[in-house]
């Protein structure tokens, strides 16, 4: 069996977070954008022809007869399904909660570039993004990065404890991935307050399980998806 992930191609976005899980799983899926040759209206079609549980947006995963949408959502599933979370009903709810407030901090990332309408060019909204950005560097960041760094102040160095990582594991490395990228010199200063986090992000890039992956091409760079590098935006 072989999933069929659907996301826009050309960016990593939040069809990053879902294919970290069935790359590190081991698990075997098609990327049906960048597999057809109608590109992206091949998404806008196979959205419009859905009747049954019709996603809203992508990223969305076909499988086993389920349409399922929502990043957390699907990776509430992988994780179920694969083992890439714990099996207690305890600890698959303590990663979907990582994983829902990941999807928080992803968001307001987002909304940095693009405050008033993702439709509208950054240009646009310039002034407001230089706003909002400068209150998610001063009050966000380290408020987030502070949450996952008190998660992670145990022995063990995984989010869900254990001697194994999750898919929540996987997508914080992606956030401070984005992170480093979007925001470098407010992540330059702050960075240092966070070693734990940091560690994982380590951990993680370093992983056996990804190497494959990384050295693939399949990984996109970061360039005009959810994290982006606006130099007006990042500051010390
Ligand atoms: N909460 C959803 C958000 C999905 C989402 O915003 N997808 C973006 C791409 S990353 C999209 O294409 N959105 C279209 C829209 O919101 O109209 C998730 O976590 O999967």
Redesign the pocket.
């Known amino acids: 069996m072989s999933y069929e992930l659907w996301y826009?191609d050309g960016i990593p976005?939040?069809?990053e977070f879902v294919r970290l899980a069935l790359e590190a799983g081991g698990i075997p899926y098609r990327e049906c954008v960048r597999e057809s040759p109608d590109g992206e209206e091949a998404l806008l079609a196979d959205m419009r022809a859905r009747r049954v549980h019709p996603p809203?947006?992508?990223?969305y995963l076909v499988a086993d007869g389920l349409v399922l949408?929502?990043?957390?959502n699907i990776l509430l599933y992988l994780g179920e399904r694969h083992g890439l979370a714990p099996a207690s009903l305890e600890g698959r709810l303590w990663v979907n909660q990582l994983q829902l407030t990941i999807?928080d901090m992803?968001?307001e990332a987002h909304d940095t570039h693009h405050p008033i309408s993702?439709s509208a060019y950054f240009e646009e909204q310039k002034d407001e993004a230089i706003r909002r950005a400068k209150v998610f560097r001063g009050e966000r960041i380290p408020k987030f990065l502070g949450y996952f760094e008190q998660v992670l102040s145990g022995p063990e160095a995984w989010m869900a404890g254990g001697d194994r990582w999750s898919y929540a594991d996987l997508s914080l490395y992606h956030l401070v991935d984005g992170l480093l990228y979007a925001f470098p010199k407010r992540m330059g200063t702050v960075a240092a307050r966070f070693p734990n986090v940091m560690a994982l992000h380590r951990h993680v890039a370093a992983l056996p399980e990804l190497q494959d992956y990384f050295s693939s091409g399949r990984r996109l760079p970061f360039g005009e998806?959810?994290f982006r590098r606006y130099r007006e935006l990042d500051g010390k």
């Open positions: 826009w976005g939040r069809g809203f947006a992508p990223p949408a929502q990043t957390a999807a992803v968001a993702a998806g959810i």
